[in-house]
């Protein structure tokens, strides 16, 4: 990556993370999981960029980490215009290429789950709490960090 990060120093973020979660009933090999990480790349302008992919299983998934730059050769600075919005269309593509389970109809999932308190022997931790976190506010009213503490704590955060 050193040659790509030596030609752009003005560029202040030149790093890219991307991480594909697969939703924990799917079954991905190895080779699909290389496949999905070069069409994503490709797909979002970045497939003449160099990347590493790593395979996690720290959660109750497996999943995979992609890091590449965002900057080319020359040290141009790749376009990140409208990037969440293609980087969801490259995933809803990917999902229907190699039957994965659709991550909008996950969403009504987790929305089952909202208030429920963190169950910590169950697994998935990182997204009981966001789940927590993200709706929260829409429910509940608070005006000071000790009132948000006391109503994280009734969810067990």
């Known amino acids: 990556f050193a040659p790509y990060l030596i030609a752009n120093r003005n560029t202040e973020k030149h790093t890219l993370h991307i991480s594909l979660n697969p939703d924990p009933k799917d079954k991905v090999s190895d ?3 290389r496949e999905m990480a070069e069409q994503f790349m ?14 996690h299983t720290d959660i109750d998934r497996t999943h995979i980490h992609i890091v590449s730059v965002c900057v080319d050769e020359e040290g141009k600075k790749i376009s990140d215009k409208f990037e969440k919005r293609r980087s969801m269309n490259v995933c809803r593509e990917l ?11 996950k969403k009504q999932q987790q929305n089952d789950k909202i208030f429920n308190p963190v169950d910590y022997k169950t697994g998935d931790v990182k997204s ?13 009213r608070f005006q000071t960090l000790g009132e948000y503490n006391a109503l994280l704590s009734l969810f067990n955060i």
Do not use: W
């Open 31 to 33: 080779v699909k999981f």
């Open 42 to 55: 490709r797909d979002m302008s970045y497939g003449e960029q160099p990347f590493i992919v790593f395979k």
């Open 95 to 105: 999902e229907t290429k190699y039957g994965l389970i659709v991550a909008t109809e």
């Open 128 to 140: 009981q709490i966001s789940s927590v976190i993200r709706y929260l506010p829409n429910y509940y």
